[in-house]
T-cell receptor
Framework: DVKVTQSSRYLVKRTGEKVFLECVQD?????MFWYRQDPGLGLRLIYF???????EKGDIPEGYSVSREKKERFSLILESASTNQTSMYLC????????????FGSGTRLTVV | DAKTTQPPSMDCAEGRAANLPCNHS???????VYWYRQIHSQGPQYIIH???NNETNEMASLIITEDRKSSTLILPHATLRDTAVYYC??????????????FGQGTILTVHP
């Protein structure tokens, strides 16, 4: 079964910490995405990548950076975690053509205290 | 992307067909209809998509009206594990909307024993 795997289901970090969220997909997908999901705000795109070492800003990139050194891995980095970054973080991937659906990971619920 | 309207909640008996409607009266000719679902505390799961023809896969069937202004997702034999929030999305595949998945409120489907 194809999968997008996020390294942690739950994380608790302190304000100011640098946080790494890891995502790995085994489908040889070209495109990978990071979203956050908050009640009442729906799904918001943070960053996406359409190729190794390539990245594009989404709708809410402030306070985040990403890294894609290998095709299967896409990392989200919170440079200095803040309480307003407490959220559910979702990674997804898709084939280049983009007509098909996105495959999501199970999510990482991050709490910043 | 076109706006969609879904009923906030629906019930279904286990083993019966669940028919989830979606209105998208402002859909454009190049916009696809996608369905995702999200089980509590998990990432969204892609179900099916279509442009104008009816589609079927191992999970569900998608019926799109001839004028494309509405569609119905059919789960032919609902199980308790189908209890989830179901999202209907209308969007262009690829292009400048790439990665932008706007989940509305969705329909909470509850499958009863």
């Amino acid at each position: 079964d194809v999968k997008v795997t996020q390294s942690s289901r739950y994380l608790v970090k302190r304000t100011g910490e640098k946080v790494f969220l890891e995502c790995v997909q085994d489908m040889d997908h070209e495109n990978m995405f990071w979203y956050r999901q908050d009640p009442g705000l729906g799904l918001r795109l943070i960053y996406f990548s359409y190729d190794v070492k390539m990245k594009e800003k989404g709708d809410i990139p402030e306070g985040y950076s990403v890294s894609r050194e290998k095709k299967e891995r896409f990392s989200l980095i919170l440079e200095s975690a803040s309480t307003n970054q407490t959220s559910m973080y979702l990674c997804a991937s898709s084939f280049e053509q983009g007509v098909g659906g996105y495959t999501f990971g199970s999510g990482t619920r991050l709490t910043v205290v | 992307d076109a706006k969609t309207t879904q009923p906030p909640s629906m019930d279904c008996a286990e083993g019966r067909a669940a028919n989830l409607p979606c209105n998208h009266s402002t859909i454009s000719g190049n916009e696809y209809v996608y369905w995702y679902r999200q089980i509590h505390s998990q990432g969204p799961q892609y179900i099916i998509h279509g442009l104008k023809n009816n589609e079927t896969n191992e999970m569900a069937s998608l019926i799109i009206t001839e004028d494309r202004k509405s569609s119905t997702l059919i789960l032919p034999h609902a199980t308790l594990r189908d209890t989830a929030v179901y999202y209907c999305i209308v969007r262009v595949a690829g292009g400048t909307s790439y990665g932008k998945l706007t989940f509305g409120q969705g329909t909470i489907l509850t499958v009863h024993p």
